[in-house]
């Protein structure tokens, strides 16, 4: 029965292993997208590349179904996989802010890493920042306690929010997905088209 | 110099004269579901997503209880990446999983060769410029993450496939925050 962890197939310490191994897949599959490169990041933002976009939305939806399908089956206990409350105020703000330093500074955590192990000086630059930037945090962190802790929803899904049936919710990203990739792709070509800008 | 296996010779020829251009990036729905096998991966196994800032709290949260430990040991927010003492807090999933990203992302940038010294920019800023705005983006990114629990590893790919709600919400936010000041900071991409 999956998750293994949770079933102790195995222990702690070999848990790190496993950590290591999938960061391996991780920092791999960044690097082959081109998201070690500040610049192919944030054209996501000017529109002439859409590869964020459809890298994202196609990891979410295969890994949103393969989660799906082996719930569905009975291999996977869904209810013993992690999934952090939400707080919904201070998650969205988080997430604005969090997309201007994107844009600013060109990368996001995972990727910056992927992009000062590729020899990217502004990727080492950038984590300095996000070392800076968490070190202010923690510093003001009991003037934002009382914010960072509000507007606690639990453990709550779309499925729950939406009042859908779980397959419900797949099918619909699902389709949000491929509409999200066609118009990406349409969008590339009249932009390219436009500015003489090449898509990669 | 000639090798029983024959590569050190075909390297050998590789290297006269030639210089190894950079591969093009792989197509982004291969890589899309690449990455989609190794979250769902890490749910299988694990029964957890991925992450990114975490392990930076973690680094910082054990540098300020080095430093200042008293102080650390005031504020709730170092106190949740120290853990209780009874652990090493170093020995975090998260912290070795980015020394994997670390590793993973030299090896594929190796193979393709597009391992560089260089500072990516686009043509109208100096490198100066740019490195500041990496400084700033990612100290603006830092606190955002950690307001928001979470980054695009952590809260969106991972909370996104998992359909929670504060994670679709922080995804959309990212979008909306990042279109929102494309406009001001264009002259250092375009």
């Known amino acids: 029965m999956m998750p293994y ?51 994202m939305f196609t990891a979410i939806v295969t890994a949103m179904l393969g989660l799906f399908y082996f719930s569905w089956i009975g291999w996977l206990d869904l209810s013993l996989v992690y999934i952090g409350d939400t707080y919904i105020l201070p998650q969205i703000i988080g997430g604005l802010i969090l997309g201007i330093g994107f844009v ?52 709550v899904t779309l499925p729950d929010f939406l009042g859908l049936s779980h397959g419900m919710v797949v099918f619909l990203v699902v389709a949000m997905a491929l509409g999200a990739f066609a118009a990406a792709e349409w969008g590339e070509k009249v932009l390219s088209k436009k500015s003489g800008r090449g898509v990669e | 110099m000639t090798s029983l296996t024959g590569i050190f010779s075909r390297k050998e020829l590789k290297n006269e004269g030639k210089v190894f251009e950079p591969k093009p990036y792989s197509n982004p729905y291969v890589v899309g579901f690449g990455l989609g096998l190794v979250l769902l991966s890490a749910f299988l196994i694990m029964g957890r997503g991925l992450g990114a800032s975490g392990a930076v709290s973690t680094v910082v949260a054990v540098g300020m209880e080095k ?71 990612g100290s603006i990114m830092g606190f955002g993450a950690k307001l928001a629990r979470g980054c695009t590893s952590g809260l969106a790919l991972t909370g996104g496939s998992l359909l929670s709600l504060g994670g679709w919400a922080f995804m959309l936010s990212v979008f909306g925050g990042g279109y929102a000041v494309a406009y001001f900071i264009r002259r250092q991409w375009l």
């Open chain 2, 67 to 137: 430093i200042a430990p008293e102080h650390a040991a005031k504020n709730n927010f170092y106190k949740e990446y120290l853990g209780d003492g009874t652990t090493n807090p170093l020995k975090d999933w998260l912290l070795f999983e980015v020394i994997g990203v670390v590793v993973g992302g030299f090896i594929s940038g190796s193979l393709a060769h597009r391992i560089k010294r260089t500072t990516e920019k686009g043509p109208n800023v100096s490198v100066r410029t740019r490195l500041i705005y990496a400084f700033v983006g």
């Open chain 1, 104 to 155: 600013i500074g060109g990368y996001c955590p995972g990727t910056s890493f992927v992009s000062a192990s590729a020899g990217r000086t502004d990727g080492i630059i950038f984590i300095l920042g996000i070392i800076f930037g968490v070190f202010v945090f923690g510093e003001m962190f009991p003037l934002l306690e009382e914010f960072y802790n509000s507007t606690n929803m639990g453990r």
């Open chain 1, 5 to 55: 962890f949770k079933f102790d197939y195995f222990g702690f310490d070999f848990s790190l292993v496993v950590a290591f191994i999938i960061g391996i897949g991780f920092g791999f599959a960044l690097e082959r997208g081109g998201f070690g490169n500040a610049r192919i990041l944030a054209a996501q933002f000017y529109f002439y590349n859409m590869r964020v976009l459809k890298v």
